[in-house]
Structure formats: structure tokens, C-alpha cells
């Protein structure tokens, strides 16, 4: 096309031909200038061929460069696919393996759980056994106690029961002195009685004839004691069978006689239980009365009789079958009170503690 534009007189684009200016350029050329038109023009085509030629053989050779490239791209990519593949089974298994242990682990926590309930179990029946342990060991100790306490007492009694064995003996001996006393004791008992008929029931000389019985009743027991202690030369504390109270003065005895020997019983029917009482303060003994039958009367009576305040401890004279007459301490506001000779015989001592 721009060959034949060259012929036809018009310039190309890339002509190189200069035109004088108010001339025309096909009009005044011979065809010696056409060909050395052709010539040039064929000379700059050839060159631009060349060039043509070696940015083709370039082209090709960056394309052989790129396929090479493309290639090892394309392996790579291959290799990396299959790596990435592996990496997905791996990654896969490492998900199962993850949940699998995830299940182990909820498993063992709960088998800790249990394993530390059991634990604290144990720990509280290890306790409970050392408490049962130690209650045992103290039950022991008791009982180690106790047996020593009863070896002792086996023995005291056995030394208790040889001195009974002993005493009666000696009392064998001495009953035939016994008699003349009881009889002296009879004389001295009637006298009284007849002294004491000749004022009225509730004259205060009463209680003076009351001190003398019971200073004769001791004076005879005093000897009588003294005639088994001089027999016997032993001078055991058992023998004293007076029932002092606390003071242990024998003026504040309880109106009483000796063993065999019984007071006359007055008539008290229509004004109740005659109740006769020492306290600590006074020698010569209280009386009252409560409105009940002898066996009727409980503590409350004779404490709502006795109606002092304070604290006190209640004794009451009483029969025992192995020592003979005591004095029973009565703790119970319900419990019956012994009785003496158809009265209540009673000591009244402050509690300090």
C-alpha cells in the first residue's frame, strides 16, 4: 500500500523525500529518482524487517523462556497441589486425633471427678474411724480404769468383809452384855414416857425430854462401843454407827434410841406427820408437821414446810439393812421420805457448791 502510494506521486508516512515548498514532488521527479526512492524505501523496509526479524527471534526466544517457566510453574503448582492435598489428610487425621482426645480428656475429667469424691470419701471415713479409734481407745483406758478401780474395791472389800466377819464375832461376844443394857435403857424409856404423858401435846418441854432420851441413848452407845473397841482393839471408822450429822456433835442427834429399843409412838392422826429437823445454825432441833400419812410425804412437802431460801442438802434418818441407821440424803422432789419411829427425822445443811 505504501509502495503504491509512492508510485502514484503521494508521499508515505514515513518518507524521508523533502519537498521544496510551491512544487510538486511526483510532478517534477524522472524515474531515476523513483528508483532511488524504491531503493531507499527498500532499504529502510529491509532494516525494519531485520529489526522486525530479531524482536521476533527475541519474542520467541522469551516465549520458549516462558513456556520453560510455565512448565516449572506448572509442576510446582502439581507438587504443591499434592502437598496441600497431604496436608489436608494430615490436617484431617489431626482433627480426628484432636476429637478423640477431646473424648479422652471429658472421659478423664470425669474419672478425676469420681477418683476425688472417692477420695473425699475415704478421707471422711478415715476420720470417722479415728474418731471410733479414739472413743475405743478412751472406752479402753476406762475400762482399764475401771478394772483397776474394781481390783481396788475387790480388795477393800475383801479386807471390809474379813473386819465384818470379825465384828460380828465380837458381837457374838459382847450380846450377852447387851441385855442389861437394853434393860436399863427400858427403865430409862418408861420413866420418860410417863414424864412426857404428864404435859399436853404440844408443850415445849417436849423437846427437853426429847434431849435427855436422846443423851442417853448416846451415852449408852458410847459405851457400848467402848466395851467393842476395848474387845476387839481396832479402831475402824465403821464402828461408829451413832449418825452424827456434819458438826459432829452428839447434842444435835435426832430424837432416837438404841438398836432393839423402840420410843413410845404418839397418836398423830388427827394432826398429821410430826417432822423433827436440825440445821446447822441451831442445837436444839425444829418441829413441825405435815398434813399426810407417813409414806405419803415427798421432798416437795417438806421442802414447802422448811420454805427458806437459799440452797440446801437434805438427810433424812433411815434404816439400812447392812449398816443399820444412816442418814439418807434425798435429792428427788418426788421421792418418798423415810420415816422413824412413826416421824421424819431430818438434817438441813447449806449447798456452798
Known sequence: MKFKKFLSGHPTDNSNVRQNPGTNTMSGTSAEGKLAALQSYFQQTSEKCHDLHCNLQKAKRECANLEDIKSDLQTKVVDQDKCILELKHELAKLQIAKQSLEIEKGELIKSLHIKEEQFAELRRQLGSKDKLIHQQKNQFDDAVKNLSLANKAKASLTTRLADQDRKIAL????????????????????????????????????????????????????????????????????????????TGDPRRLPLTSYHGYALQKMDNTDIGTKVVYFTEKTVTPFMSSIPKRLGEIVLRDFKTMFDRPGNYRFHFKSVDPEYGMVKEEIMQDDDVLPGWDGKIIAWVEEDHG
Request: aromatic content about 4%.
Open 171 to 246: 458381837l457374838e461376844q459382847s450380846r450377852s452384855q447387851k441385855i442389861p443394857m437394853r434393860e436399863e435403857l427400858q427403865v430409862v424409856h418408861d420413866a420418860l414416857h410417863s414424864l412426857r404423858s404428864g404435859f399436853r401435846r404440844n408443850d415445849p418441854q417436849h423437846h427437853t425430854i426429847d434431849t435427855l432420851e436422846q443423851s442417853f441413848s448416846l451415852l449408852m452407845d458410847r459405851l457400848h462401843m467402848a466395851d467393842i473397841q476395848k474387845i476387839s482393839n481396832s479402831h475402824h471408822q465403821d464402828t461408829k454407827r451413832l449418825n452424827f450429822d456434819s
